[in-house]
């Protein structure tokens, strides 16, 4: 019997909510001056979106899901959202050039901040940064979307009631 899927609305909410997320911590600063706390903002909202996600997808099959349906549908769901990330990372390499300097600014503080690396190899990593800036962006945030969404989607999956594979009788058939 075919599975009601959940994940492309799911997947649509996930994508609006980190894109409003992320424009925030954007506008605030704190992407730029505080990546740890964005990180910490970031995981549960996507992980909580994901856990509805997936409670969402057992009730909509009446509990008659796996582990591997469940992660499926999560993982679609973060699929999408990679989708708006790249997206969203294009608008802002198009529409933001000012963020890219703003990076630049918060990538030397954290340099300069370690020991032993001189001015020259701060200048030196720094130029490099902005001849890659826009492959790093929209190519790193995808991928960090992914991996992240595929980790996010392992823990989400555990969550929901599963009561394995409909059983097999004429009313399903």
């Known amino acids: 019997m075919k599975k009601k899927q959940t994940h492309l609305a799911y997947g649509i909410i ?5 894109s409003i997320v992320t424009m ?10 505080k990546p740890f706390i964005s990180i910490l903002i970031v995981l549960p909202i996507s992980l909580t979106l994901l856990i509805l996600n997936g409670v969402a997808y057992s009730k909509a099959n009446e509990g008659f899901v796996t582990y591997g349906n469940v992660y ?4 679609k769901v973060s699929l999408i959202r990679s989708v708006f990330a790249l997206a969203l990372g294009i608008v802002i390499l ?18 300069e901040k370690m020991n032993g690396l ?9 130029e490099m940064s902005r001849k890659t800036y826009s492959f790093s962006m929209t190519g790193g945030q995808l991928i ?9 989607s392992l823990i989400a999956a555990a969550i929901p009631k599963k009561l394995g594979e409909r059983p097999f009788t ?3 058939f």
Do not use: H, L, W
Request: proline share 2%.
């Open 118 to 126: 001189s001015d020259d190899m701060i200048d030196k990593q720094i």
């Open 14 to 18: 996930t994508g609006v909510v980190m």
């Open 72 to 75: 499926g549908s999560c993982f």
């Open 94 to 111: 198009i529409a933001f050039p000012e963020y890219k300097d703003k990076t630049m600014e918060a990538s030397r503080a954290m340099m």
């Open 144 to 152: 960090f979307t992914i991996i992240g969404g595929a980790i996010a």
């Open 24 to 33: 925030v911590m954007y506008m605030t600063g704190i992407a730029f001056n």
């Open 170 to 172: 004429a009313d399903n």
